[in-house]
T-cell receptor
Framework: GNSVTQMEGPVTLSEEAFLTINCTYT??????LFWYVQYPGEGLQLLLK?????DKGSNKGFEATYRKETTSFHLEKGSVQVSDSAVYFC????????????FGQGTELSVKP | DAMVIQNPRYQVTQFGKPVTLSCSQT?????MYWYQQKSSQAPKLLFH???????NEADTPDNFQSRRPNTSFCFLDIRSPGLGDAAMYLC??????????????FGPGTRLTVL
């Protein structure tokens, strides 16, 4: 079946450190891939997306590249800030499943000053 | 700004007392979703409406019902809340493209406490 696997958290970094959160997926066909961010006590916000192989999504300094050959969509940021502390969810969606989102388990990021 | 609004943000109910959560949207999206989320776990889809067509997930308990009186509003009814129903409830919307529902837009959520 279709699934998403993220690296386990929590991830704790110092401010200005480099961030990588790994995400791999299993899917039939060609899914769209997403990263959502959830700040404490809030709903999910779309951080970035990619809809086909080799697409790079980017937003607010975060980037992720859709790698079909490795079925991955790793999230990266060159220099994290305290305000980036949140839970990050990798997700996929495809027309074969009625557009439903399949989420990874989420990775909690804590950035210390 | 176009958005997804959920009211109330915090809801307290008693064990077994029916409760209704509401969601409204100004995006004019024709698909609306309800998710349950516990303790920073991934959101769990309960059901969704594609226009007026209701689509229930196979493992959603009968205790959870939904209504969509018009495009803008969608309600989640919990008929007899149990302690295990305490969670964050998220509403989301999307607008299908030709072959895909594409991205979903989430509201801020309602935190439900069951006493």
């Amino acid at each position: 079946g279709n699934s998403v696997t993220q690296m386990e958290g929590p991830v704790t970094l110092s401010e200005e450190a480099f961030l990588t959160i790994n995400c791999t997926y299993t899917a039939t066909g060609y899914p769209s891939l997403f990263w959502y961010v959830q700040y404490p006590g809030e709903g999910l916000q779309l951080l970035l997306k990619a809809t086909k192989a080799d697409d790079k999504g980017s937003n607010k300094g975060f980037e992720a590249t859709y790698r079909k050959e490795t079925t991955s969509f790793h999230l990266e940021k060159g220099s994290v800030q305290v305000s980036d502390s949140a839970v990050y969810f990798c997700a996929l969606s495809g027309s074969w499943q009625g557009g439903k989102l399949i989420f990874g388990q989420g990775t909690e990021l804590s950035v210390k000053p | 700004d176009a958005m997804v609004i959920q009211n109330p943000r915090y809801q307290v109910t008693q064990f077994g007392k029916p409760v209704t959560l509401s969601c409204s949207q100004t995006l004019n999206h024709n698909v609306m979703y309800w998710y349950q989320q516990k303790s920073s776990q991934a959101p769990k889809l309960l059901f969704h409406y594609y226009d007026k067509d209701f689509n229930n997930e196979a493992d959603t308990p009968d205790n959870f019902q939904s209504r969509r009186p018009n495009t803008s509003f969608c309600f989640l009814d919990i008929r007899s809340p149990g302690l295990g129903d305490a969670a964050m409830y998220l509403c989301a919307t999307s607008r299908p493209l030709v072959k895909s529902y594409n991205e979903q837009f989430f509201g801020p959520g309602t935190r439900l406490t069951v006493l």
